[in-house]
T-cell receptor
């Protein structure tokens, strides 16, 4: 299985601090994606980084990818209470007519006002 | 971004009845939709891949006769939980890929919370 594994499982920080979540996976991928899920809601796509990219930014989000270590990190800068949610990494492998997007177990982020 | 609508958001039913959940892509065509099940404080478990005009592909351990999937059009997939039992109570989420986009990002519905009494 190439299921991603996030760590930490839970993270609690003060508003204004940065939050870093990590994801590791096992096999080769086409890209890695990060999603956010508010409690009891669907997932929202945040950012995608391709296998040939090393770093990507989107607003307060910064994603890195190290394919040699099969790991990725998601950094949320200047966190806000509204960032409180669960964050999932998902690895995509597609090819030869197949498509497989596999989700990790998620990191539950709590931002304390 | 692309919008996926899932209905109903909450449903409570008696044991032994069947429940249908709809997943619609509102502003794009989705040849492929995915159905996930999520247990409390857990990740998403892929149940099946729904392909327009053909049979769904089920993941190992998912009963195809229990969870009927129909993808009759490019914008609608349905999941029917047949003869529901309390252990089927869960959060079910659908997602869809935008046809012709190769990056593979998914757009998710808001989920349906099923409670079987």
């Amino acid at each position: 299985s190439q299921q991603g594994e996030e760590d930490p499982q839970a993270l609690s920080i003060q508003e204004g601090e940065n939050a870093t979540m990590n994801c590791s996976y096992k096999t080769s991928i086409n890209n890695l994606q990060w999603y956010r899920q508010n409690s009891g809601r669907g997932l929202v796509h945040l950012i995608l980084i391709r296998s040939n990219e090393r770093e990507k930014h989107s607003g307060r989000l910064r994603v890195t990818l190290d394919t040699s270590k099969k790991s990725s990190s998601l950094l949320i800068t200047a966190s806000r209470a509204a960032d409180t949610a669960s964050y999932f990494c998902a690895t995509l492998y597609s090819g030869a007519g197949s498509y497989q997007l596999t989700f990790g177990k998620g990191t539950k982020l709590s931002v304390i006002p | 971004g692309a919008v996926v609508s899932q209905h109903p958001s909450r449903v409570i039913c008696k044991s032994g009845t069947s429940v249908k959940i709809e997943c619609r892509s509102l502003d794009f065509q989705a040849t492929t939709m995915f159905w996930y099940r999520q247990f409390p404080k857990k990740s998403l478990m892929l149940m099946a891949t729904s392909n327009e005009g053909s049979k769904a592909t089920y993941e190992q351990g998912v009963e195809k006769d229990k969870f009927l999937i129909n993808h009759a059009s490019l914008t609608l997939s349905t999941l029917t939980v047949t003869s529901a039992h309390p252990e089927d109570s869960s959060f079910y989420i659908c997602s869809a890929r935008v046809q012709g986009v190769s990056t593979g990002e998914l757009f998710f519905g808001e989920g349906s919370r099923l409670t079987v009494l």
